[in-house]
């Protein structure tokens, strides 16, 4: 009789996880909406200074289309994650994609893979007249720092907001000083 209990409380069990699995693959498959838009704030690279009310509208994010981003898994830009899934802003600045819950990264074409950080140690391993050299300490957590971090759950998304921060052409190269002339 013990035998026949222990058979029909495993079965029991059995069923029961085999439900729960199931119940739980379901969930995590379900794919939520996410929206966003992506921005961009203008760098002022001199000139002669701007009347007030010229300055607080330049300094207004502006909508940025057509910027190709690429979103990876966890929070961390790991070069050894890879991209499952690429989207483009609309000319309005705006995307959206579906994601099943889970902790998510943004970054843009720049950062996606390791192409550009190796080029920016070798062509800047040295200091000349006009740059410093690269700070490798400072390029990897530049590289591994994401543009945006965010968590789908199965209740749903806030829409996200993404600005990037234009910079001059003799600061565009991250970790890297620039010791060279500036313009007029």
Not at 11 to 38: D, P, R, W, Y
Not at 48 to 53: G, V, Y
Not at 113 to 138: F, L
Not at 171 to 184: A, D, H, S
Request: aromatic share 12%; proline share 6%; hydrophobic share 35%.
């Amino acid at each position: 009789m013990k035998n026949h209990s222990f058979k029909i409380l495993f079965l029991f069990v059995a069923v029961l996880s085999m439900a729960f699995v199931q119940n739980n693959e379901e969930e995590c498959s379900k794919k939520i909406k996410v929206n966003g838009k992506v921005m961009h704030t203008r760098a002022f690279c001199g000139g002669m200074r701007m009347p007030d009310d010229a300055w607080n509208e330049f300094k207004k994010p502006l909508p940025l289309g057509k910027k190709k981003l690429y979103v990876k898994k966890g929070s961390t830009n790991d070069f050894s994650n890879a991209t499952i899934l690429e989207f483009t802003s609309d000319s309005a600045g705006n995307f959206s994609f579906v994601l099943p819950p889970g902790e998510y990264c943004i970054v843009d074409e720049f950062k996606k893979d390791k192409k550009n950080y190796d080029d920016i140690c070798a062509r800047y391993k040295v200091e000349t007249t006009n740059y410093g050299a690269v700070d490798t300490v400072c390029l990897k957590g530049w590289f591994e720092t994401p543009d945006l971090t965010f968590t789908v759950t199965k209740t749903g998304m806030k829409d996200l907001e993404l600005i990037y921060n234009d910079k001059c052409p003799w600061q565009n190269i991250p970790c890297v000083m620039y010791k060279g002339p500036l313009p007029p």
